[in-house]
C-alpha cells in the first residue's frame, strides 16, 4: 500500500505536466494557409512552335520543331485568363532545366482570340540558333495586371544538322 502512495504524486506530476504544456501549444491552420487567395492569373494552356498548329495520331499537339539553322519561326502561345493582362514573357534555355534568358517582353493587346480554340493566341517571332544540330527550350509566361505569373510551359527548338 505505501508503494501504490509513493507512486501516486508521481502520477500526478506527470498528468500535470502533459496538461500544461499541451495548453501552450497551438496547432498550425494548414487549410487557411492554402486558402488564402492573392488573386487570379492567367493560364498557359499550351505552346507550340512554327506557323500551323499541328497535332499527332493521337490527338496531342506536337510543341517541338525541327527546322534549319539560323531560321526565323514563331514561338505561338495560347492562353486562357479571367484577369487583365500586362506582358507576355519568353525565355529560352539550352535545357529544359537550365539558365534562362530572356528574349522578348510583349506588352499585352497583341494577341487575338480564336473562337475555334477558345482561347487566345500570340505569336511571338524567333530566330533558331545557328549551330546546326543543336537544341534550345523556349519558354513562355505571363504576368497578370495584378502582377501574379503563371507557370511556365515549353517546346523545344531543334535544328537540322
Given at each position: 500500500?505505501?508503494?501504490?502512495?509513493?507512486?501516486?504524486?508521481?502520477v500526478w506530476m506527470m498528468l500535470f505536466s502533459v496538461l500544461l504544456l499541451s495548453g501552450c501549444y497551438k496547432e498550425p491552420d494548414l487549410i487557411s494557409e492554402l486558402t488564402v487567395s492573392k488573386g487570379k492569373v492567367a493560364q498557359v494552356s499550351i505552346v507550340w512552335l512554327g506557323t500551323t498548329r499541328t497535332t499527332s495520331s493521337s490527338t496531342a499537339i506536337i510543341s517541338g520543331l525541327t527546322t534549319d539553322a539560323s531560321s526565323s519561326t514563331n514561338f505561338n502561345i495560347e492562353y486562357t485568363s479571367e484577369v487583365p493582362v500586362?506582358?507576355?514573357?519568353?525565355?529560352?534555355?539550352?535545357?529544359?532545366?537550365g539558365a534562362q534568358t530572356l528574349v522578348s517582353t510583349i506588352p499585352a493587346g497583341t494577341q487575338k482570340y480564336d473562337p475555334v480554340l477558345r482561347s487566345y493566341v500570340l505569336a511571338v517571332p524567333i530566330k533558331a540558333q545557328d549551330t546546326k544540330g543543336s537544341t534550345r527550350v523556349f519558354f513562355a509566361e505571363i504576368v497578370a495586371e495584378n502582377g501574379l505569373v503563371s507557370a511556365q510551359k515549353s517546346a523545344t527548338l531543334t535544328t537540322n544538322k
Open positions: 500500500m505505501m508503494k501504490k502512495l509513493l507512486y501516486l504524486p508521481q500586362k506582358e507576355f514573357r519568353v525565355y529560352w534555355a539550352a535545357t529544359t532545366s
